[in-house]
């Protein structure tokens, strides 16, 4: 079959740094014309308080009323025009050690929704009010506290400005503060106490970034402070007004926290080659060091992340490998500063790849020691952001893995209103002599230059980068490039974004799934606004993206032509039609069981219908499904995956997560059926204790995973875990390894 062929050679520096100078210079000019907010920021005004706040949830005491309060919150959802039917007051004040909030959010009943008693809620589909704080006022970057009538608190940091909810939202970050409730009739209140140790912000400035939302399930409405159109995310940190205190708030003090932990377990493998139980005691900690207001460093001793909830597995049914999010603690605070560079398939930088190691017999990820690490990261002033981080890992015999030692540097400065461009280097090295597998580079680096681009109103966003990598063996190609230019208004979205990866570049503490190829990927999106009817917005669009591997020609693309809704009952759905080409480079299973082996050098077309169904979360019983149906390769695919809720507030929440696949190919003996389910149940007995079991059985890989974790938060910020974890073979429930650990932790602010 003929094949279209291009040329792509970035192999000359002078051509690459003229083409990155280029898109440097378009993005640059465009942002000269970015245009300004067009809603009014209306400030607030602060004044300390003249007596002691009781956190009660009354709002009685005098402080509350001295200083001016926001009011008049807009309508962001169903429609943005209006203000909202019932409304919401913000009240603060503050003293020497904390900042004080109260809000009082009126509603037409009281039967408010819970998901559960579980600190750090999703905010849709239940009732909760959120307030955003931007200490340095440059647009990008914000801390977040929440909390709902029944009193579940939640806090997050925001990064890039808050445009992506799915990537610039980290609710893992976790602090000290203090937050009640209570449920009036006709409203409900709430009272928090943010310690000024929790913030980072420069000392001496006296106003501050704020805006506040709020999800009143009862009228099915989302409401914002600051009006924002509804065609923007309740977090998009471009649409905030300002707080103005009485007094600059006081300097946080010496700001330092240490967490120590100690941690004991029981580890038996059902293998020939390794029958005993091994047990174990760690003891170590974290430390917090706030170096100035902006800039925090912290320090970890033989850091136990056995707390940290076991992935949730997916049906992989793509040649390479699949992103998993970190949600270790340590890593989290200005993790945007490291992580944030590339894009989602071309990042440099992934903090999974410390710690963390592949179990070829499990067929999934394990943890891999760190002996002690530091990190120093934050704001030098409003234009400058730097990051320094060294992490020692220990040697892992049983995948023939030296000690490595992993140092990154980041810096970033800020260009116009909420743009930037920022410097990485990365360094994986071994110190050691080490010669058990060969396939192991004595180091690796990487290093690189972004810009990105963001309108004041975030209608205009964008970035490009170059990056380059440095391997013990020397390799052609060793660059990756992208562009990504977006504009978005009311009525339609347009995007323009190519990625080119050189056949050499090797980031192996990155997420780069694949190398040797360049690809586009425009997108078009149109939207309608019914003044009736069950629909609040509807909209065709078109997403293509056509890969192409140099001296090969056009080897993948996928043209995908959809419809997307949301209901005002807050469901939603998309309803597309998808023509996908592939050209085979090598031999591979689609079914990845080994059932059929497509040859290299075949290429196949096909067409597939693919959907999102996700119903109204407000209810007891919810879904979201992606059902698929149609051509795959050269045979047939049908099936879905998605997750099926049942609550029962405030203290249940069972979810059925599930995907199955049946897969029919002429090459195999018969269809392949894969199956992949995970029921979830979510007990929580009260606000600071928790159970959460799960059962995850894939057929593909072989594995059935069972996981209980108790957790006891006895003081703030301060915990007992409990967690077992089985794993079995999915043909037989052969067992193949059980654990047991129980980890304490502690808080101490000095």
Same mark, same amino acid.
């Given at each position: 079959m ?12 002078k051509?690459s740094?003229?083409?990155l ?11 000269s014309?970015?245009?300004q907010?067009?809603y009014?920021q209306?400030?607030i005004h602060?004044k300390?308080?003249s007596?002691?706040?009781v ?5 009685s ?5 001295e200083?001016?309060?926001a009011?008049n919150f807009?309508?962001?959802?169903p ?6 039917e019932y409304q ?9 050690n904390?900042l ?11 039967k408010?929704?819970t998901?559960?008693?579980?600190r ?7 009732d ?6 931007d ?6 970057n ?7 009538p ?10 890039n400005?808050g445009r992506?909810?799915?990537t610039?939202?980290d ?7 203090e ?7 006709g ?5 928090l ?6 913030i980072?912000?420069?000392e ?8 506040a939302y ?11 402070w600051i ?9 998009d ?5 300002t ?15 240490l ?10 493998e059902?293998?020939?080659e390794?029958t005993?139980?091994?047990y174990?005691l ?14 925090n460093?912290?320090?970890?001793i033989n ?9 949730q ?8 490998e ?7 603690q340590?890593?989290l605070?200005?993790?945007d ?8 398939m071309?990042?440099?930088?992934f903090s999974r790849?410390?710690?963390?190691a592949?179990d ?7 943890q891999?020691q ?5 990190r ?8 400058w ?13 049983s ?18 209103a ?5 410097m990485?280097?990365v360094n994986?090295?071994t110190?050691e ?6 396939q ?5 680096r990487?290093v690189g230059?972004?810009?990105n681009? @963001?309108?004041?109103?975030? !209608?205009?966003t964008g970035?490009?980068?170059? %990056? *380059?990598s440095?391997? +013990?063996e #020397? ?6 490039h ?7 208004t009311?009525k339609?979205?347009?995007q323009?974004a190519?990625q ?9 503490v990155?997420?780069v799934?694949?190398?040797n ?5 425009p997108?078009?999106?149109?939207y ?6 069950i629909l ?6 078109l997403? @293509?993206?056509?890969?192409f !591997?140099?001296?090969?020609g056009?080897?993948? %693309? *996928?043209?995908?032509? +959809?419809? #997307?809704?949301?209901a005002r009952?807050t ?31 075949t ?7 693919t ?6 979360r407000r209810?007891?019983?919810?879904y979201?499904l ?16 998605g ?5 029962s507030?405030p ?5 059925l997560?599930?995907s ?8 195999a003996a ?9 029921p ?6 009260t606000r ?9 059985y894939?057929?593909?890989?072989q ?6 974790r108790?957790?006891w ?10 967690v077992?974890?089985d794993?079995?073979y999915?043909?037989?429930?052969k ?7 129980a980890?304490l932790?502690?808080w101490l602010?000095l």
């Amino acid at each position: 079959m003929a094949k279209f062929s291009i040329s792509v050679n970035f192999t000359n520096r002078k051509m690459s740094k003229t083409y990155l100078l280029t898109n440097l210079i378009s993005l640059f000019c465009l942002s000269s014309l970015l245009g300004q907010n067009q809603y009014p920021q209306n400030p607030i005004h602060i004044k300390k308080a003249s007596a002691k706040i009781v956190l009660d949830g009354e709002i009685s005491e005098s402080a509350w009323s001295e200083g001016q309060h926001a009011q008049n919150f807009w309508s962001l959802f169903p429609v943005d025009t209006t203000q909202a039917e019932y409304q919401t007051e913000i009240y603060m004040t503050y003293d020497e050690n904390h900042l004080y909030i109260a809000a009082k959010c009126f509603s037409g009943g009281e039967k408010y929704i819970t998901p559960s008693l579980r600190r750090d809620f999703r905010a849709g589909g239940n009732d909760n009010i959120t307030f955003l704080f931007d200490p340095f006022n440059e647009q990008n970057n914000a801390f977040v506290f929440g909390i709902n009538p029944f009193g579940v608190k939640r806090e997050a940091l925001i990064s890039n400005g808050g445009r992506n909810p799915s990537t610039d939202w980290d609710s893992s970050w976790d602090n000290k503060w203090e937050g009640v409730s209570k449920i009036e009739e006709g409203f409900w209140t709430c009272e928090l106490a943010i310690p000024f140790s929790s913030i980072r912000y420069n000392e001496g400035v006296s106003k501050w970034r704020f805006n506040a939302y709020r999800f009143d399930t009862q009228s099915n409405c989302t409401s914002t402070w600051i009006r924002i159109p509804r065609n923007q995310f309740p977090m998009d940190l471009g649409y905030m007004g300002t707080m103005h205190w009485e007094e600059p708030p006081p300097a946080p003090g010496s700001n330092i926290s240490l967490i120590p932990y100690t941690s004991g377990g029981y580890l038996q493998e059902f293998d020939p080659e390794r029958t005993d139980a091994e047990y174990n005691l760690n003891i170590g900690g974290d430390a917090k060091i706030g170096i100035t207001s902006g800039l925090n460093l912290d320090l970890t001793i033989n850091p136990d992340f056995s707390q940290v909830e076991v992935d949730q597995q997916v049906t992989n049914l793509d040649r390479f490998e699949i992103f998993f999010p970190e949600r270790r603690q340590f890593f989290l605070e200005n993790a945007d500063l490291f992580g944030r560079f590339g894009d989602p398939m071309i990042n440099p930088f992934f903090s999974r790849r410390i710690g963390i190691a592949f179990d070829t017999t499990l067929q999934q990820n394990i943890q891999n020691q760190i002996l002690f690490g530091a990190r120093l990261s934050g704001k030098l002033n409003n234009q400058w952001r730097i990051g320094l981080l060294n992490m020692q890992a220990a040697k892992d015999e049983s995948n023939d893995l030296p000690s490595f030692n992993y140092l990154v540097g980041a810096i970033q400065r800020k260009v116009s209103a909420r743009s930037n461009v920022g410097m990485i280097f990365v360094n994986k090295e071994t110190f050691e002599d080490f010669e058990g597998n060969e396939q192991v580079d004595p180091f690796n680096r990487v290093v690189g230059i972004d810009y990105n681009l @963001a309108s004041k109103d975030n !209608t205009l966003t964008g970035k490009t980068f170059l %990056h *380059r990598s440095f391997s +013990f063996e #020397d390799k052609k190609e060793p660059f990756a490039h992208g562009l990504l230019i977006q504009k978005q208004t009311r009525k339609f979205r347009a995007q323009w974004a190519h990625q080119w990866v050189g056949a050499g570049f090797d980031a192996q503490v990155g997420f780069v799934p694949r190398t040797n190829f360049f690809n586009i990927n425009p997108v078009l999106q149109y939207y309608f606004y019914p003044d009736k009817g069950i629909l609040n917005t509807y909209g065709p669009g078109l997403d @293509a993206l056509v890969l192409f !591997t140099p001296g090969q020609g056009r080897t993948d %693309h *996928r043209i995908n032509l +959809f419809f #997307d809704y949301d209901a005002r009952s807050t469901a939603r759905g998309r309803i597309g039609i998808v023509h996908q080409y592939t050209y085979l480079l090598n031999d591979f299973d689609p079914t990845r069981v080994g059932d059929v082996e497509l040859a290299a050098d075949t290429d196949y077309n096909y067409i597939f219908l693919t959907g999102l169904l996700s119903s109204d979360r407000r209810k007891r019983i919810s879904y979201m499904l992606m059902p698929n149906l149609g051509q795959f390769f050269d045979g047939w695919r049908w099936g879905t995956s998605g997750t099926i809720t049942f609550r029962s507030q405030p203290n249940l929440v069972v979810a059925l997560n599930l995907s199955y696949n049946h897969i029919d190919l002429p090459a195999a003996a018969k269809p392949t059926d894969l199956l992949l389910i995970g029921p979830r149940i979510d007990f929580t007995f009260t606000r600071n204790f928790f159970l959460t079991t799960f059962v995850q059985y894939n057929n593909q890989i072989q594995n059935v995973n069972v996981n209980a974790r108790l957790q006891w938060r006895y003081a703030p910020v301060s915990d007992f875990y409990l967690v077992y974890t089985d794993n079995y073979y999915s043909t037989d429930f052969k067992a193949k390894n059980r654990f047991l650990v129980a980890k304490l932790t502690y808080w101490l602010n000095l």
